[in-house]
């Protein structure tokens, strides 16, 4: 998987290891998404089954995960 730094890369670990992640991707720089009073560039794309749906979700700032996926 492509990743931008060593915080994407866990990201991109934790969505291989995760059962309810079915597919999840990089994105490129050129995709933008309008969003209120702005444009914005999420950094991946998940797709994501909850309570056994599948739900599309954009990760915007993949940095704010720094902590997330570090056992306490």
């Not at 969003?35 to 700032?61: C, H, Q, S």
């Amino acid at each position: 998987m492509v990743y931008d730094s060593d915080i994407e890369l866990e990201l991109s670990t934790a969505f291989e290891r995760s059962d309810d992640i079915k597919l999840c991707t990089k994105l490129p720089d050129r995709f933008k998404i309008d969003i209120p009073r702005e444009t914005n560039n999420p950094d991946w794309v998940a797709l994501i089954e909850v309570y056994g749906k599948e739900k599309l979700y954009f990760v915007v700032k993949s940095a704010l995960f720094t902590d997330a996926f570090k056992p306490s």
